[in-house]
């Protein structure tokens, strides 16, 4: 069935929505994380290796975050020189490279959690529960069919 053209504004009014959100968002982010001396793009880093104490090997890391392998090398470099990561061989296969967090990485994240929750919860607060959801389950949607396009 074809769109009328009310529904095709409609459709890029949302798009057009999104990606302004998206890009407010970006904004905020990089001037938070601008204190700490990292990016939005460490930081997550950071916060997915927290959850792995055993830590993950570079190509899962990418694969979460959805990096590239040149952008993650750049990434982990310079939190290694910050001696917020370590990378070790992995003993099963040398291929592949295990980056943890240190401990001293794991001081650096718990000294940011508190005002970067504080700055979401700021940022997500005045939605109701319900329209949490429903944003929730209409991003994941997008997202599903982002991923299904571009693989």
């Given at each position: ?46 916060m ?15 694969e ?26 992995n ?43 429903v ?17």
């Amino acid at each position: 069935m074809l769109k009328t053209m009310k529904e095709k504004n409609h459709n890029h009014e949302t798009l057009l929505n999104l990606v302004k959100t998206s890009t407010l968002i970006s904004s905020l982010a990089s001037k938070f994380f601008s204190e700490f001396k990292i990016n939005a793009a460490q930081f997550n880093i950071l916060m997915t290796l927290n959850q792995f104490e055993e830590g993950l090997s570079q190509r899962d890391l990418s694969e979460k975050l959805i990096l590239t392998k040149s952008n993650m090398v750049g990434l982990i470099d310079r939190l290694e020189a910050r001696k917020l990561v370590k990378r070790t061989m992995n003993t099963e296969d040398r291929r592949f490279n295990c980056i943890a967090l240190t401990e001293q990485g794991k001081v650096f994240l718990k000294s940011i959690e508190t005002d970067y929750f504080a700055e979401v919860d700021a940022l997500i607060n005045n939605i109701e529960d319900k329209e949490k959801k429903v944003l929730n389950n209409s991003l994941t949607k997008i997202s599903l069919y982002l991923t299904q396009k571009l693989n």
